[in-house]
T-cell receptor, first 109, second 112 residues
């Protein structure tokens, strides 16, 4: 059974701070990892993908992957109220995504 | 480039009725997925198509759910008969020959 675990939160951070979101996955065969943002009542929107160990930066977002520890994280720098959403971590194996339950992030102005 | 289209956006039915959802993927995307997302959960894969063939339907409740993708383009997901626990958002996603999936707006189903 493939599983992706995330802390459901809510995670509250003040505006301008760094938000740190984490997830772990069970399937060592997973090759690619994705972070999706989901606003309330909306569908998931892809924000980051990562395939290799280490860090990948895109604007205010940094994804980190450690395959040995089966651990993926997402850092959001200079958090804005518009970042308030649920963040879904997904692991891909054979072109299929397994999602975590998501972490709800609230950025307090 | 147009995104994934889904209809209807909302549907309210009574239990034991039937319902159908439609999805049109991004043009040229060979792979199409249907997911079920229950409130407070992440999306759960129901079925994966590659062109007009089924790749994986192991998590599709086949006693009541069916899906097809005729001509390898748009797809229909049907529930018959619906149960209360089928209340969820049904998401369609598509991908080109890669692992990156793009989601449609979803169909919100409420079964009373």
């Amino acid at each position: 059974q493939k599983e992706v675990e995330q802390n459901s939160g809510p995670l509250s951070v003040p505006e301008g701070a760094i938000a740190s979101l984490n997830c772990t996955y069970s399937d060592r065969g997973s090759q690619s990892f994705f972070w999706y943002r989901q606003y309330s009542g909306k569908s998931p929107e892809l924000i980051m993908s990562i395939y290799s160990n280490g860090d990948k930066e895109d604007g205010r977002f940094t994804a980190q992957l450690n395959k040995a520890s089966q651990y993926v994280s997402l850092l959001i720098r200079d958090s804005q109220p518009s970042d308030s959403a649920t963040y879904l971590c997904a692991a891909s194996s054979l072109y299929q995504l397994t999602f975590g339950k998501g972490t709800k992030l609230s950025v307090i102005p | 480039e147009a995104g994934v289209a889904q209809s209807p956006r909302y549907k309210i039915i009574e239990k034991r009725q039937s319902v159908a959802f439609w999805c049109n993927p991004i043009s040229g995307h060979a792979t199409l997925y249907w997911y079920q997302q229950i409130l407070g959960q992440g999306p759960k894969l129901l079925i994966q198509f590659q062109n007009n063939g089924v790749v994986d339907d192991s998590q599709l409740p086949k006693d009541r759910f069916s899906a097809e993708r005729l001509k390898g383009v748009d797809s229909t997901l049907k529930i018959q008969p619906a149960k209360l626990e089928d209340s969820a958002v049904y998401l369609c996603a598509s991908s080109e020959y890669s692992e990156t999936q793009y989601f449609g707006p979803g169909t919100r189903l409420l079964v009373l």
